[in-house]
């Protein structure tokens, strides 16, 4: 099997005394062939840089400027500044609990790689969506934010918002299917080169070699279960 990316979201989790407490776990464990990449609070990013060896780190949002007076904002440079490689753009939460729009998205795409760091775009549709059989046309929606954007240097993140945090993950069939409509979007578009598509969604230890094993999943980005280096490591472990 090819190597898979798999992210661990730690949400609005931690303090240092506990990213201490994972890591002195975690480092005990083998290295992985799989891309690993640790998304903690902003203000954790430089601390957890200190723990990191062959994992890559991540931040949970961006600004869509580069700098300025915009109090409150972080600016993909600073976080590139900080080692980040990665950054998570559109996540659920941010749409459905702070209201982001879909046009911001672009945007905030468009900045991060400029500034050096590969954005993980995270697309999906509500229950309602799903139970209205609209679920392709929301994700399409979502994707339409790449066009006229650099044509590479980001990947997606199919995650039903019915199943982030609820513990009703998407069936594999379900997951596969919207992946690989995901990618023949992008194809269709000529946008999305090289871009991987990871699954997130209640993924945990007894669903994670399921899922790395469906056809278009490339990976996994894992919330809660990525706050225990035990859970952790068993679902990065599974493929
Ligand atoms: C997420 O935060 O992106 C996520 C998928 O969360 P959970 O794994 O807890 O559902």
Not at 55 to 66: F, I, V
Not at 176 to 194: D, P, T
């Amino acid at each position: 099997m090819e190597n898979k990316i798999i992210a661990a979201n730690w949400k609005m989790y931690k303090v240092k005394r506990d990213v201490d407490a994972f890591f002195e776990i975690w480092r005990k464990y083998e290295r992985l062939k799989n891309e690993i990449v640790i998304i903690p609070q902003a203000p954790l990013l430089s601390y957890v840089k200190n723990f990191l060896s062959y994992e890559k780190l991540g931040a949970q949002n961006c600004s869509d400027k580069k700098e300025g007076a915009f109090t409150g904002e972080v600016s993909p440079y600073l976080l590139k500044d900080t080692g980040c490689d990665y950054v998570l753009i559109g996540h659920s939460e941010r749409r459905h609990i702070f209201g982001e729009k879909n046009e911001i998205m672009g945007l905030k795409i468009k900045n991060a790689i400029e500034a050096n760091i590969r954005p993980i775009y995270c697309v999906g549709e509500k229950l309602e969506e799903r139970e209205k059989g609209k679920t392709i046309d929301v994700v399409f929606e979502q994707l339409s934010v790449l066009k006229g954007l650099p044509s590479g240097g980001y990947d997606i993140a199919y995650e039903p918002v019915w199943a982030i945090g609820t513990g009703k993950v998407a069936k594999k069939e379900d997951a596969s299917f919207v992946q690989g409509k995901i990618k023949e979007y992008l194809s269709q578009n000529k946008i999305g080169e090289g871009a991987r598509i990871l699954y997130g969604g209640s993924v945990k230890p007894d669903n994670s070699s399921e899922l790395l094993m469906a056809p278009n999943v490339d990976g996994l980005l894992v919330g809660g279960a990525s706050l225990d280096p035990g859970s952790f490591f068993k679902i990065v472990s599974s493929g």
